[in-house]
């Protein structure tokens, strides 16, 4: 049987001014800068809040491309190697979808992007200038989002600490609404001598609670209101 993999983008878009004057596209990933060059920053671009089959990437990124001016002296798989190299994209693999999806966003971290009004006014200018989505559509970015019940307790939680998937999948199947503090989360997350933060998002992989968090996620991340980060 062949394996499934998705692929997707993580960190946060921002722009920096170099010592020439000049705007630089910049990434922010687990406290660091990557720079990327163009044609890398439309590859990024295009799977920025998607969730991606391989044999997507090349035509998104190819849609994409045709709207910007700038010389390409690489192909799109090329940069894809570079981005997952650099780690600026992830992938994930399974036997069916849903194990590679599980695979992709289990260990991912959950920052909630929904209450950034920059972020959100970057994302429209980057729908309606790149990608040509017309105003009319883009301008739901500003609309308040409405969520399933695993959706809210995702983003509730999400807003406490910064967890991974994996690490919520516990809070949910321990009914665990609030972390009162530090200690309080440690002490729900690793209750036991055999799970760590190395191996939770194998331990939490057969939870009754793992799917309807897992489809949460994604579905939250494909509507614009997370972001992946990774430490």
Same mark, same amino acid.
């Not at 690793?190 to 190395?198: A, K, L, N, P, V």
């Given at each position: 049987?062949?394996?499934?993999?998705?692929?997707? /983008?993580?960190?946060?878009?921002?722009?920096?001014? !170099?010592?020439?004057?000049?705007?630089?596209?910049?990434? &922010?990933?687990?406290?660091? *800068?990557?720079?990327?060059?163009?044609? *890398?920053?439309?590859?990024?671009?295009?799977? !920025?809040?998607? #969730?991606?089959?391989?044999?997507?990437?090349?035509?998104?990124?190819?849609?994409?491309? /045709?709207?910007?001016?700038?010389?390409?002296?690489?192909?799109?798989?090329?940069?894809?190697?570079?981005? &997952?190299?650099?780690?600026?994209?992830? =992938?994930?693999?399974?036997?069916?979808?849903?194990? /590679?999806?599980?695979?992709?966003?289990?260990?991912?971290? #959950?920052?909630?992007?929904?209450? =950034?009004?920059?972020?959100?006014?970057?994302?429209?200018?980057?729908?309606?200038?790149?990608? +040509?989505? =017309?105003?009319?559509?883009?301008?739901?970015?500003?609309?308040?989002? !409405?969520?399933?019940?695993? *959706?809210?307790?995702?983003?509730?939680?999400?807003?406490?600490?910064?967890?991974?998937?994996?690490?919520?999948?516990?809070?949910?199947?321990?009914?665990? +609404?609030?972390? +009162? !503090?530090?200690?309080?989360?440690?002490?729900? &997350?690793?209750?036991?001598?055999?799970?760590? =933060?190395?191996? #939770? /998002?194998?331990?939490?992989?057969?939870?009754?609670?793992?799917?309807?968090?897992?489809?949460?996620?994604?579905?939250?991340?494909?509507?614009?209101? #997370?972001?992946? *980060?990774?430490?």
């Amino acid at each position: 049987m062949t394996r499934k993999t998705l692929y997707t /983008a993580i960190g946060r878009f921002v722009r920096r001014t !170099n010592g020439c004057g000049r705007s630089c596209p910049v990434i &922010l990933l687990g406290g660091q *800068e990557y720079l990327m060059d163009m044609q *890398e920053m439309v590859l990024w671009t295009s799977l !920025n809040w998607r #969730i991606s089959k391989r044999e997507e990437i090349g035509a998104a990124y190819e849609k994409t491309a /045709a709207c910007a001016c700038f010389s390409s002296d690489r192909s799109w798989e090329m940069c894809v190697e570079r981005l &997952l190299t650099r780690g600026l994209l992830i =992938s994930g693999s399974g036997e069916t979808e849903y194990d /590679a999806l599980y695979d992709l966003l289990g260990s991912l971290n #959950i920052i909630p992007a929904d209450g =950034s009004f920059g972020l959100r006014c970057l994302t429209f200018l980057k729908l309606t200038l790149l990608e +040509h989505v =017309s105003f009319s559509a883009a301008r739901k970015l500003f609309q308040k989002d !409405n969520r399933t019940s695993e *959706e809210t307790q995702v983003m509730q939680l999400a807003r406490q600490a910064l967890l991974s998937t994996a690490e919520i999948i516990k809070c949910v199947e321990k009914d665990i +609404h609030r972390l +009162h !503090n530090e200690k309080a989360l440690l002490d729900t &997350l690793y209750d036991d001598s055999d799970t760590t =933060s190395d191996n #939770i /998002a194998s331990m939490m992989k057969t939870s009754a609670s793992t799917k309807p968090v897992v489809l949460a996620v994604a579905n939250l991340y494909l509507r614009q209101q #997370i972001i992946f *980060e990774r430490v």
